[in-house]
């Protein structure tokens, strides 16, 4: 089990442009979370996806969105990119039946973006 | 708010000394606290949580409700943990969602 895989690792924009950024879950699991982890900073949830849909949300503008796909795989798209959204994004899975009484989150490595 | 709060950025100590990672949180009902570790050019993972009461690679933490604070604790610290340490907070809104500090980097001197 490769456990939870982020595509690509590092990235590179331009303000005003689109990105989308992909991860697979690990296997077993149903439950996918993103991140935005500023430098210097702990992680921040963006939004969690279970069953195709968005679940629960952090606080992010509409600009951040997701999608996720009937194998569980997920994409964070992120819209007229700002030079603040320069960040490390991590995509983290679980199994929902788990995560009502407390499971393990498992994290991918994430994907460097960088807004130029 | 829901907030994690990890006072120090870096705790620096000598192999062999005791280490206490300090964790405070503001939460009004009941959460799950946890501990993630992110070896150097490593992915984060979980290093324990208080649901469980572990002891992993001899860390313990405790939950205390009454401070709102979730210290890691360990006796005698070794090279190898030398590592970003993350206080985590779940159970928030009825979701699983992890609300993180800004974390402490531990070094471990020989």
């Known amino acids: 089990d490769a456990g939870v895989t982020q595509s690509p690792t590092h990235l590179i924009k331009t303000r005003g442009q689109q990105v989308t950024l992909r991860c697979s879950p690990k296997s077993g699991h149903d439950t996918v979370s993103w991140y935005q982890q500023a430098l210097g900073q702990g992680p921040q949830f963006i939004f969690q996806?279970?069953?195709?849909?968005?679940?629960q949300r952090g606080n992010f503008p509409d600009r951040f969105s997701g999608h996720q796909f009937p194998n569980y795989s997920s994409e964070l798209n992120v819209n007229a990119l700002l030079l603040g959204d320069s960040a490390l994004y991590l995509c983290?899975?679980?199994?929902?039946?788990?995560?009502?009484?407390?499971?393990?989150?498992?994290f991918g490595q994430g994907t460097r973006l960088t807004v130029v | 708010a829901q907030r994690v709060t990890q006072p120090e950025k870096l705790l620096s100590v000598f192999k062999g000394a005791p280490v206490e990672l300090k964790c405070n949180y503001s939460?009004?009902?009941?959460?799950?606290l946890f501990w993630y570790v992110q070896y150097s050019r490593q992915r984060l993972q979980l290093l324990l949580r208080h649901i469980s009461r572990e002891s992993i690679k001899g860390f313990t933490a405790d939950l205390n409700k009454g401070e709102t604070s979730f210290h890691l604790k360990k006796p005698f610290a070794q090279e190898e943990d030398s590592a970003m340490y993350y206080c985590?907070?779940?159970?928030?809104?009825?979701?699983?969602?992890?609300?993180f500090g800004a974390g402490t980097i531990l070094r471990v001197k020989s």
């Open positions: 983290a899975s679980s199994r929902m039946e788990m995560s009502l009484s407390g499971t393990e989150a498992f």
């Open positions: 996806y279970y069953e195709e849909e968005e679940r």
């Open positions: 985590a907070l779940s159970g928030l809104d009825g979701g699983n969602k992890l609300v």
């Open positions: 939460y009004s009902g009941s959460p799950e």
